[in-house]
């Protein structure tokens, strides 16, 4: 073989044997970042000479040992149980999980591939080192903190993490529609993202919402932040002593639950503005002060309170309409009070404090009834009385009906005994006119019989021209007139 053919022969040599050599290539990172305790995946991808292969054996090693072999007993015992490869050795995916990192893990460590059990290639300058951590990276939280009431929220959690096989758990402190997401990082680092949606609501307001983070292995990372809440005002109320005393000073003060804080309003029941300011003062107060509300205004709306009216204390005061009256022979008394708090009522007869038959309250209304038989009284005395002073009033007792019937049939007897003796003298007189005509001495003679005796009647004026009436059988046989002398002596009638 000549020069020429030698030259030749040694320039295809080196040229197959440089082909061969750029033929077998790993991509793995001189890096890689992992938290103790959990896990962490070495991203591999590899290249071999274009050949037909049917069985391809992966081997990681470190140095002097083999820390992962598709059989365990070639395994380095330290290791076994925790490394294994994920990728697919015949999609050229070599890339390794080591589980349960600890701190003496970290490498360096390099990529074996054999072929079919002939074409083998160790990728001696291609190594790999596992930078520890002890805890996890910082989170990445997101929320827009300042939102009106209603509206929708969305935050974005998000942490770095060395582990794609086993991604952390996202936890939220608030219900909600939530999504997760990862994205593969360079140098074997994921970014792995929760977002949680939902609508606000008052109760958010000030409340921390909170995203823990769960790592395979257990280890944990939480954040926070506080979320403001813009809403009108709720549980708007007016606080004050609920009991004053008729002429005090009652003070009322408005509250709310409201964000940005509320400015306050009084009104009247009929909506009249009385005052701005939290509180309010009422001065002198009477139980015929009006009712009260207070209104609470923010940016986001006006809200009022319920309706108060004060429980104003006060004296009995007996009404005057208060009264006795008498049916059917039944006398009846009712004294009817006024006061707050409700009052005692007594009816007092003569010296004697009577039982009351019946009391009644209704509200600020206190109604006592009597019924008894009250005899020949006149009189009535009403007493009330609370915690705040006494009233008393005086009733009129209605006559009794029995004592009228019988002042009635009385007066009846009187004028009817009146009209008879009317009738009686009237008739004596026109019987005194016939024995007119009688002579005179017989007349004298009965008078010197006689001695004279004083007029038993008061004078009386004669009518004249009487006329003849029988009067003899009237005065003997009337029960009235009948003990009367029946010989009327002159003297008698002497003054008449």
């Not at 995946?41 to 049917?54: F, L, M």
């Not at 294994?84 to 390794?96: A, E, Q, R």
Request: net charge negative.
């Amino acid at each position: 073989m000549d020069a020429l053919q030698w030259l030749v022969f040694f320039i295809c040599i080196c040229f197959k044997a440089t082909q061969t050599e750029s033929s077998w290539t790993v991509d793995v990172p001189s890096s890689v970042e992992g938290l103790l305790g959990s896990c962490v995946v070495i991203p591999c991808t590899y290249n071999y000479p274009d050949i037909t292969v049917h069985t391809f054996t992966g081997i990681w090693r470190s140095d002097d040992r083999v820390i992962y072999h598709p059989t365990q007993s070639n395994t380095v015992e330290k290791y076994r149980g925790r490394t294994k490869i994920l990728g697919d050795l015949s999609k050229k995916n070599c890339s390794l999980m080591i589980e349960n990192l600890q701190q003496s893990d970290g490498g360096p460590f390099f990529f074996r591939i054999e072929l079919d059990g002939t074409n083998m290639f160790s990728y001696f300058s291609n190594k790999v080192s596992i930078s520890m951590i002890g805890e996890p990276n910082p989170t990445d939280f997101f929320v827009q903190e300042e939102v009106k009431e209603g509206q929708t929220v969305s935050a974005f959690c998000s942490v770095s993490h060395s582990c794609p096989t086993y991604p952390p758990d996202f936890h939220w402190s608030h219900s909600g529609e939530r999504h997760f997401q990862t994205q593969n990082l360079q140098n074997g680092q994921w970014k792995a993202t929760s977002t949680l949606t939902f609508h606000s609501d008052r109760t958010d307001h000030n409340k921390p919402l909170q995203c823990r983070v769960t790592y395979h292995g257990g280890k944990q990372r939480e954040t926070s932040k506080t979320i403001k809440v813009k809403y009108a005002p709720v549980n708007v109320k007016v606080e004050y002593q609920s009991d004053v005393n008729e002429g005090e000073t009652a003070h009322l003060k408005c509250s709310s639950d409201a964000n940005p804080v509320s400015s306050y309003e009084w009104h009247s029941e009929t909506g009249a503005l009385l005052n701005k300011g939290q509180t309010y003062t009422m001065s002198n107060v009477s139980r015929h002060s009006e009712a009260v509300y207070c209104t609470a205004v923010n940016e986001e709306g006006r809200v009022r309170s319920s309706t108060v009216k004060l429980n104003v204390l006060y004296a009995p005061d007996i009404e005057t309409y208060s009264k006795c009256s008498s049916y059917n022979g039944i006398v009846k008394c009712d004294c009817i009070v006024q006061s707050r708090p409700p009052s005692m009522v007594h009816f007092v007869l003569g010296d004697r404090v009577l039982q009351i038959t019946k009391l009644e309250k209704n509200g600020s209304v206190t109604t006592g009834t009597l019924q008894t038989d009250f005899g020949s009284f006149k009189f009535v005395h009403c007493l009330a009385n609370n915690t705040l002073g006494n009233a008393n009033l005086t009733l009129s007792l209605p006559a009794n009906d029995n004592m009228q019937n019988i002042f009635i049939a009385s007066g009846a007897g009187v004028i009817f005994l009146i009209i008879l003796i009317a009738i009686g003298v009237g008739t004596v007189k026109r019987c005194r006119g016939q024995s007119d005509g009688t002579p005179k001495s017989d007349l004298s003679t009965m008078r010197s019989d006689r001695p004279a005796e004083p007029p038993r009647y008061a004078q009386t004026k004669r009518k004249e021209n009487y006329e003849d009436v029988h009067c003899n059988d009237i005065y003997t046989n009337d029960s009235v007139y009948g003990n009367m002398e029946t010989d009327w002596d002159e003297s008698v009638y002497a003054n008449m």
